[in-house]
């Protein structure tokens, strides 16, 4: 590391009287931003951040008052695409500056570091040579980095890399034209898809979506994002790029190219501004081409806690008592994409301790948890959940996550394991939790195992939160307000903790950047907790049907999804809508 100049280092005290004089840092905290500063050949600012005496907005709060600049945060702040159109892309990267307003002539810019004498005399050439005012202003890098990537737009980055590749087709017209007719089919140039396809998992990445599908319509191709758990269309590009843009995600998956008939599954891994991204692919032939679906899962953000999935209360305790027993099946329902597998990442999480084997059986392996033996099953070889299960009982487990019960094979190897001392998780396609019994009971397996062997069943579905950045409360209809006193008056009052059910609130997102005008930003879950009682074991054992079941467990104070989503809708969390969208019977 290059040494400081005497005028920097002056410069730099004084910076670092500052924040003493103005009570950001103690005398005896500075003697240790010094000791991080020598020990780690850090700069000043880097030392305070890395030992978390100053989060990054504050500590460019206190460096904009110390060079007198205005302070900008440009996260949540729109940005005018007339200033950004003045400067190009690249030489905002480079200078880390951005304008962010424009009155006429004068242009508000805002930069990352204002002793950058190379991004000033780049703004006072623009200021001569446009006759613009500069008002300059300081940001944050993070701040810097959201601004950089809302000024990207998305279609303009592929409407570039599309006309270098018309340009191209225009110059190699004739030669290509003869290879077609060999080929059969129009083929891109390589260098511009691969930065549609970059461009397109970026944008994904950026609007925090779960999937990405790439579906070939008859006259062009349209991409999509699942965000939130709901389907949004993102970006209409022509037909013809379509071949190369499945064949570079193929590359990426290690697929094979020239099949395409068959379905083909694969994986494959990226760091995205600094993330560590995992992709799932999917490959299926269609009436029009192939469809292409990439699952995004974000390693870096690791697995959450039960109590942010969104589990509290009496349902938690019980949950937790459930899975701290030493054997026993647990169970956890749910339709396809209800967050079931994180759930039980959740627990393998909690349980995952030096003195225990952990073997897990998968269809794919989503997360990866240290420490965890995790396998994925492969029917094409045979590998399935009966077979994997057999063999996993081979390796000395004390707790077995199997993904899911599919069959009556797989149902019966995981009642055995929980009955022969192993603690056994898994999941199960019904609609409710009560609603296990029957299927299992359907599956073959015997009510006198059955009530040997479970523990407990919680079913969950997924519901979108409301945008913290523009939560507002809305009124509540008499007719919405009476449902819900009915529907919770019941409740134990260990859920009902916290509740005024009296002077009921309810609250919507109005829409902002943040949410992407949506009102929602992020998804919890909604729950219901059954533990295998002695009265619901005896239930079982006589065979009673599914309604007496569910009875029976209200009346020992089973929450329903229905009841934990109407919670949560009053807490402000979720609003009715959601609640009524994946509860509807």
Not at 148 to 160: D, F, H, L, P, Q
Not at 219 to 225: A, E, F, G
Not at 476 to 494: C, F, H, Q
């Amino acid at each position: 590391m290059a040494t400081a100049s005497p005028r920097t280092q002056e410069k730099r005290k004084t910076f670092e009287q500052f924040l003493v004089d103005e009570h950001h840092l103690t005398a005896k905290q500075l003697s240790s931003v010094h000791l991080e500063e020598a020990k780690n050949k850090q700069s000043l600012e880097t030392a305070i951040l890395g030992l978390k005496l100053m989060d990054e907005e504050r500590l460019t709060r206190a460096q904009a008052a110390f060079f007198h600049l205005p302070y900008a945060d440009l996260r949540n702040q729109s940005l005018s695409k007339e200033a950004l159109k003045i400067i190009s892309q690249e030489t905002l990267e480079n200078y880390k500056i951005i304008p962010f307003a424009k009155e006429g002539n004068l242009l508000r810019v805002a930069l990352t570091n204002p002793s950058d004498l190379q991004a000033l005399e780049a703004l006072e050439f623009l200021a001569q040579q446009n006759k613009y005012r500069i008002e300059l202003y300081l940001t944050s890098k993070k701040s810097f980095e959201e601004a950089i990537r809302k000024s990207r737009n998305m279609s303009a980055e592929v409407g570039e890399a599309l006309a270098v590749i018309q340009e191209k087709e225009k110059k190699q017209e004739a030669p290509k034209k003869a290879q077609e007719k060999e080929l059969g089919k129009k083929t891109a140039p390589e260098a511009p898809i691969t930065k549609i396809v970059d461009v397109i998992i970026r944008h994904a990445i950026e609007s925090r979506a779960s999937d990405i599908h790439i579906e070939p319509q008859e006259n062009d191709l349209r991409i999509r994002y699942r965000i939130d758990g709901v389907l949004q269309s993102s970006l209409v590009v022509p037909k013809v790029v379509h071949p190369a843009i499945v064949s570079r995600i193929k590359i990426l998956s290690n697929l094979k190219i020239d099949e395409q008939r068959l379905p083909q599954d694969g994986r494959f891994h990226m760091d995205v501004d600094g993330r560590s991204i995992d992709f799932r692919v999917s490959t299926l032939p269609n009436v029009n081409g192939e469809k292409v679906v990439m699952r995004i899962l974000d390693k870096s953000g690791g697995v959450p806690t039960l109590e942010e999935l969104g589990l509290n209360g009496m349902k938690l305790a019980r949950f937790k008592e459930s899975i701290s027993k030493p054997h026993g099946m647990l169970l956890v329902t749910g339709p396809t994409g209800s967050g079931k597998s994180t759930t039980l990442y959740a627990v393998l999480n909690i349980l995952n301790k030096i003195g225990v084997n952990i073997v897990t059986l998968e269809d794919p392996v989503e997360y990866f948890i240290g420490g965890v033996n995790q396998s994925q099953i492969n029917p094409d070889i045979g590998l399935t959940f009966a077979s994997g299960l057999r063999s996993i009982l081979r390796q000395d487990p004390n707790i077995i996550m199997v993904g899911e019960i599919r069959d009556r094979e797989t149902a019966e190897l995981a009642v055995h394991s929980s009955l022969t001392g192993h603690l056994v998780f898994s999941t199960l396609h019904t609609n409710d939790a009560v609603g296990a019994i029957p299927r299992l009971v359907d599956m073959g397996i015997e009510n006198f195992l059955l009530t040997a062997s479970l523990n407990l069943v919680m079913a969950q579905r997924l519901v979108r939160k409301i945008c913290s950045g523009c939560r507002k409360e809305t009124p509540v209809p008499d007719e919405m307000r009476d449902m819900i006193k009915s529907e919770l008056k019941d409740i134990p009052a260990d859920e009902a903790k916290g509740l005024d059910l009296k002077n009921i609130k309810m609250y919507a997102g109005k829409g902002c950047r943040l949410c992407g005008n949506s009102g929602y930003a992020g998804r919890i879950a909604i729950f219901e907790v059954l533990p295998v009682s002695e009265k619901i074991k005896n239930s079982i054992l006589n065979s009673d049907s599914y309604s007496k079941l569910q009875e029976l467990a209200q009346s020992e104070g089973m929450i329903a999804m229905k009841q934990d989503g109407l919670i949560k809708v009053i807490k402000g969390v979720t609003t009715i809508e959601e609640v009524a969208r994946v509860t509807k019977e």
